[in-house]
């Protein structure tokens, strides 16, 4: 079994940035594929980036590319999104993911392990 804690979410204004990390248990880390999803209210669960086992491959949701960066230290068992030039629109709960067999991808159904969240909130 793989414990997945989210962290790092907050209250920022538009046009800011948060890092969130997602800490996980276990010594098979390295051998994830990790993803991060979000959810507004009243909103489906959206993809937002992947990660390959390495960290050598990433993938990335239309509406944060080119704003969110996805890595990840397997030393550290940890995975980071990078958040930047923040807006009102990425208000939600944001999920970390973790797919044993080490796939990553935008679909939610590919992930085995999820955290709690952490939420995300952008004045505007």
């Known amino acids: 079994q793989v414990q997945l804690v989210e962290s790092g979410g907050g209250l920022v204004q538009a046009g800011g940035s948060l890092r969130l990390s997602c800490a996980a248990s276990g010594r098979t880390f390295r051998r994830y594929g990790m993803g991060w999803f979000r959810q507004a209210p009243g909103k489906e669960r959206e993809f937002a980036a992947a990660v390959s086992w390495s960290g050598g491959s990433t993938y990335y949701g239309d509406s944060v590319k080119g704003r969110f960066t996805i890595s990840r230290d397997n030393a550290k068992n940890t995975v980071y999104l990078q958040m930047n030039n923040l807006k009102s629109e990425d208000t939600a709960v944001y999920y970390c993911?973790?797919?044993?067999?080490?796939?990553?991808?935008?679909?939610?159904?590919?992930?085995?392990?999820w955290g709690q969240g952490t939420q995300v909130t952008v004045s505007s």
């Open positions: 993911a973790a797919d044993r067999d080490g796939q990553y991808g935008s679909a939610a159904g590919l992930y085995d392990y």
